[in-house]
């Protein structure tokens, strides 16, 4: 998929495509993709569902993951992943902005940007990454009303709700507190911060549900594979900010270089050349699109 180029799915293929994988199995590993490029080239490397993390698009923009971002900003970030990809789309929308109101206007703007999937998490404001201390929780039925409004509003959604309740109030209040949100609507549970396989495999045997094991990175979660969550009943597996990690980290070092040396010429056999980056864009495609722009010449010396 690539917008103008192709023909887009509609939200509801899109969110029915997300379903299927979901329940077919094997595991579906999500990556996040904190912009457009990042899309094409997860697509590219086989990845067949897409996350974008509220961390690695309040990262991108230079600003700290603490709730300081609005649903229409992420709605017109979700819809530039979908059109780069025409992927199903997973999206952490927090708490949902808001009260009620503000959930119903997200779960219009997440549906109209086409996007798949929503991850809403029961974190009062100010909200934090779920590996942090320090966390406040909504109370349960406020957040059974939050998921209700997704569901009445936009009822194609596929609706992942996130509990934070583990790390705050124990393993037992996560697990009656991800039954209340599967009875108000919710299509999988997200235990946000487990940290051993004992605690993931506990969780599973007390919730019937298809869950979310969130593999992120420089967390409280122990690295495990997608095959050992698989393994303990876990459908999905993400992998939220390592896009951004290692784009930050991969010019970092190349912004360091050409500081220090007066040229990047050493950091060239690390970077998408002129050619991989047409490719991954399909530049000469757009081009084609109409004939009376004049084709641009270039020669790749990579
Ligand atoms: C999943 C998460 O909500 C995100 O924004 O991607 C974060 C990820 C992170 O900060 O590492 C989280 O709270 O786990």
Same mark, same amino acid.
């Given at each position: 998929m690539s917008w103008l180029i192709e023909e887009e799915p509609s939200q509801e293929q899109l969110a029915a495509g997300w379903r299927r994988f979901v329940e077919a199995g094997p595991i579906v590993q999500i990556v996040g993709t904190h912009d457009g490029m990042a899309a094409r080239i997860a697509k590219q490397a086989g990845f067949g569902a897409l996350y974008l993390s509220g961390a690695a698009y309040t990262a991108s923009r230079g600003?700290?993951?603490?709730?300081?971002?609005?649903s229409n900003e992420v709605a017109e970030r979700a819809r530039e992943l979908v059109r780069a990809s025409g992927l199903p789309l997973l999206v952490d929308?927090?708490?949902?902005? !808001?009260g009620i109101l503000n959930v119903a206007r997200t779960a219009k703007e997440m549906v109209e940007a086409k996007v798949a999937a929503v991850q809403i998490e029961d974190q009062d404001m100010p909200k934090k990454c779920g590996h942090l201390s320090g966390k406040k929780l909504i109370s349960t039925e406020e957040m059974c009303q939050k998921i209700r409004t997704l569901k009445a509003v936009s009822p194609t959604l596929y609706i992942v709700a996130r509990t934070d309740?583990? !790390?705050?109030?124990?393993m037992a209040e996560a697990i009656t507190r991800a039954k209340h949100y599967l009875a108000a609507g919710a299509d999988a549970i997200f235990p946000e911060a487990l940290e051993r396989e004992e605690e993931f495999q506990h969780f599973r045997k007390e919730v019937d549900a298809p869950l979310l094991a969130n593999m992120t990175e420089f967390g409280r979660t122990l690295y495990y594979t997608a095959a050992q969550f698989e393994s303990w009943g876990f459908r999905m597996v993400l992998y939220p900010v390592t896009s951004l990690r290692v784009a930050a980290k991969a010019y970092e070092r190349v912004f360091e270089e050409i500081r220090q040396q007066g040229t990047q010429i050493g950091s060239l056999a690390d970077m998408q050349t002129r050619s991989e980056l047409y490719q991954a864009i399909r530049y000469e495609d757009y081009e084609a699109l109409d004939g009376s722009i004049a084709r641009s010449t270039w020669e790749d010396k990579s």
């Amino acid at each position: 998929m690539s917008w103008l180029i192709e023909e887009e799915p509609s939200q509801e293929q899109l969110a029915a495509g997300w379903r299927r994988f979901v329940e077919a199995g094997p595991i579906v590993q999500i990556v996040g993709t904190h912009d457009g490029m990042a899309a094409r080239i997860a697509k590219q490397a086989g990845f067949g569902a897409l996350y974008l993390s509220g961390a690695a698009y309040t990262a991108s923009r230079g600003l700290p993951d603490l709730g300081l971002i609005y649903s229409n900003e992420v709605a017109e970030r979700a819809r530039e992943l979908v059109r780069a990809s025409g992927l199903p789309l997973l999206v952490d929308i927090d708490t949902g902005y !808001g009260g009620i109101l503000n959930v119903a206007r997200t779960a219009k703007e997440m549906v109209e940007a086409k996007v798949a999937a929503v991850q809403i998490e029961d974190q009062d404001m100010p909200k934090k990454c779920g590996h942090l201390s320090g966390k406040k929780l909504i109370s349960t039925e406020e957040m059974c009303q939050k998921i209700r409004t997704l569901k009445a509003v936009s009822p194609t959604l596929y609706i992942v709700a996130r509990t934070d309740a583990k !790390g705050v109030e124990g393993m037992a209040e996560a697990i009656t507190r991800a039954k209340h949100y599967l009875a108000a609507g919710a299509d999988a549970i997200f235990p946000e911060a487990l940290e051993r396989e004992e605690e993931f495999q506990h969780f599973r045997k007390e919730v019937d549900a298809p869950l979310l094991a969130n593999m992120t990175e420089f967390g409280r979660t122990l690295y495990y594979t997608a095959a050992q969550f698989e393994s303990w009943g876990f459908r999905m597996v993400l992998y939220p900010v390592t896009s951004l990690r290692v784009a930050a980290k991969a010019y970092e070092r190349v912004f360091e270089e050409i500081r220090q040396q007066g040229t990047q010429i050493g950091s060239l056999a690390d970077m998408q050349t002129r050619s991989e980056l047409y490719q991954a864009i399909r530049y000469e495609d757009y081009e084609a699109l109409d004939g009376s722009i004049a084709r641009s010449t270039w020669e790749d010396k990579s």
